[in-house]
């Protein structure tokens, strides 16, 4: 299995106990499967994070960060204009296919678009 990159969607319903996010337990388990990006780090700091939480994304391995000009290229080139994602969803995106992950996201947007890339998680059957 490659690795996966998690979204803060994701993160956030991971420690709120929630089940759509139970998966991530499994897959923390078996160590170097789960990405962090620093961005992702970064959102989950502003909405707060307890000591614990923040020890666990520490612990993670860090994806591939992608240079801004390479970013805007990668918008452009594969016209990610109008799809309602965001800047940071754009950089998850090709982060995870410099890096050779997928991206699990919660974010219905930012899932059909890393899906259309082959870069969704889970990968469509």
Not at 80 to 94: F, P, Q
């Amino acid at each position: 299995m490659k690795p996966v990159i998690v979204d803060t969607s994701v993160w956030r319903q991971f420690f709120a106990g929630r089940p759509t996010a139970r998966r991530l337990g499994a897959l923390l388990e078996e160590y170097g499967l789960v990405l962090v990006h620093p961005l992702v780090i970064g959102e989950l700091v502003l909405g707060g994070l307890s000591v614990r939480e923040e020890r666990l994304l520490q612990t993670l391995p860090s994806s591939d960060c992608v240079p801004y000009d390479e970013v805007l290229s990668f918008v452009r080139h594969r016209r990610l204009m109008r799809k309602s994602i965001g800047w940071v969803d754009a950089e998850l995106i090709a982060s995870a296919l410099s890096s050779g992950a997928s991206l699990w996201s919660l974010d219905n947007a930012l899932a059909e678009a890393a899906s259309a890339l082959d870069a969704g998680w889970p990968p469509e059957k």
